[in-house]
């Protein structure tokens, strides 16, 4: 189902939002020097777990997606990114990603400076701009107890040249009540230890059921810096851009793993909480 977000209903949403005081300069605050050196969050190497199941496939190089980019933040440890895409919303201005992305529940502490670039690549850095984050709204289950199933989040974005996100670059629609088995594509942005070209990856595999309410995802080659990657179903090369059912996060923050990924199930939850962000956005 096609989330209508103007007509969602949103009473008893438990929703916590968070103004960013200064948003301009946190987009200043990301010079090309500072993106290139920022490091993801998380490690996901699997170096001490099992070996890949036989016949999974490996993640490619490519164009990447305009509607897919870069999440850059700074928190207590230093600067860091992870993946997000653009959704679309009446208002034209919101990002999805990963809640853990946005808000860490162990130190209960905020990401502050955050800029979403979309197309990121080292070679040509913004084509699109640099668009701040004015505010984010995440599931107040997220906020107080980290619950792995709410593990995902929007951000508004500021405008840029006087114009909305949506407008310059497109967007995903946000689908929900897919069930656990969908043939989707994943796209990211790979810690560059692992990427040297520092380019967005891209794989296509079927999900599968994990538990009640996680789905699981089979692709080598999302390390680090994955999570919030969208998986869109009906990828649409022209548009470069689909039907995202689901976004890398949830159980293990998204996996201990670079070969197995996990993303929270789209459900009402999400749903609830796209309308209450574009209703305050």
Same mark, same amino acid.
């Given at each position: =189902?096609?989330?209508?977000?103007?007509?969602?209903?949103?009473?008893g949403i438990r929703a916590v939002g968070h103004?960013?005081?200064? @948003?301009?300069?946190? *987009?200043?605050?990301?010079?090309?020097?500072?993106? /290139?050196? &920022?490091?993801?969050?998380?490690?996901?190497?699997? !170096?001490?777990?099992?070996?890949?199941?036989?016949? %999974?496939?490996? *993640?490619?190089?490519?164009?990447?997606?305009?509607?897919?980019? $870069?999440?850059?933040?700074?928190?207590?440890?230093?600067?860091?990114?992870?993946?997000?895409?653009?959704?679309?919303?009446?208002?034209?201005?919101?990002?999805? #990603? $990963?809640?853990?992305? +946005?808000?860490?529940?162990?130190?209960?502490?905020? @990401? #502050?400076?955050? *800029?979403?670039?979309? /197309?990121?690549?080292?070679?040509?850095?913004?084509?699109?701009?640099?668009?701040?984050?004015?505010? #984010?709204?995440?599931?107040?289950?997220?906020?107080?107890?980290?619950?792995?199933?709410?593990?995902?989040?929007?951000? *508004?974005?500021?405008?840029?040249?006087?114009?909305? %996100?949506?407008?310059?670059?497109?967007?995903?629609?946000?689908?929900?009540?897919?069930?656990?088995?969908?043939?989707?594509?994943?796209?990211?942005?790979?810690?560059? /230890?692992?990427?040297?070209?520092?380019?967005? %990856?891209?794989? @296509?595999?079927?999900?599968?059921? +994990?538990?009640?309410?996680?789905?699981?995802?089979?692709?080598?080659?999302?390390?680090?810096?994955?999570?919030?990657?969208?998986?869109?179903?009906?990828?649409?090369?022209?548009?470069?851009?689909? =039907?995202?059912?689901?976004?890398?996060?949830?159980?293990?923050?998204?996996?201990? #793993? !670079?070969?197995?990924?996990?993303? &929270?199930?789209?459900?009402?939850?999400?749903?609830?909480?796209?309308?209450?962000?574009?209703?305050?956005?």
């Amino acid at each position: =189902m096609t989330v209508p977000v103007a007509a969602a209903n949103v009473a008893g949403i438990r929703a916590v939002g968070h103004v960013a005081p200064d @948003a301009a300069r946190d *987009a200043a605050y990301w010079t090309v020097s500072r993106m /290139a050196a &920022a490091t993801p969050p998380e490690v996901r190497s699997g !170096h001490h777990a099992p070996g890949p199941p036989a016949g %999974i496939p490996r *993640a490619r190089p490519g164009g990447g997606s305009r509607v897919v980019g $870069a999440l850059f933040y700074r928190n207590g440890r230093g600067d860091h990114y992870c993946t997000a895409s653009v959704v679309h919303t009446p208002k034209k201005d919101l990002i999805l #990603t $990963a809640a853990h992305c +946005l808000y860490d529940p162990g130190d209960r502490a905020y @990401a #502050t400076h955050i *800029a979403f670039v979309p /197309a990121y690549r080292t070679a040509r850095p913004h084509p699109y701009g640099v668009w701040p984050v004015r505010r #984010t709204w995440l599931d107040s289950r997220w906020t107080s107890h980290g619950d792995r199933d709410l593990d995902f989040g929007f951000a *508004a974005l500021g405008r840029v040249g006087g114009r909305h %996100i949506v407008d310059v670059v497109g967007s995903n629609r946000l689908l929900v009540g897919q069930g656990f088995t969908n043939r989707v594509t994943v796209i990211g942005y790979p810690v560059k /230890a692992h990427n040297p070209a520092d380019r967005p %990856i891209w794989c @296509a595999n079927r999900t599968f059921k +994990l538990s009640r309410h996680q789905v699981g995802f089979d692709c080598k080659g999302f390390y680090g810096g994955t999570s919030g990657s969208p998986w869109i179903v009906r990828y649409d090369n022209r548009t470069q851009s689909g =039907m995202v059912i689901g976004t890398l996060g949830g159980h293990q923050r998204g996996g201990s #793993t !670079h070969w197995r990924s996990y993303s &929270a199930l789209f459900d009402g939850d999400i749903s609830k909480l796209i309308a209450k962000a574009d209703e305050e956005a």
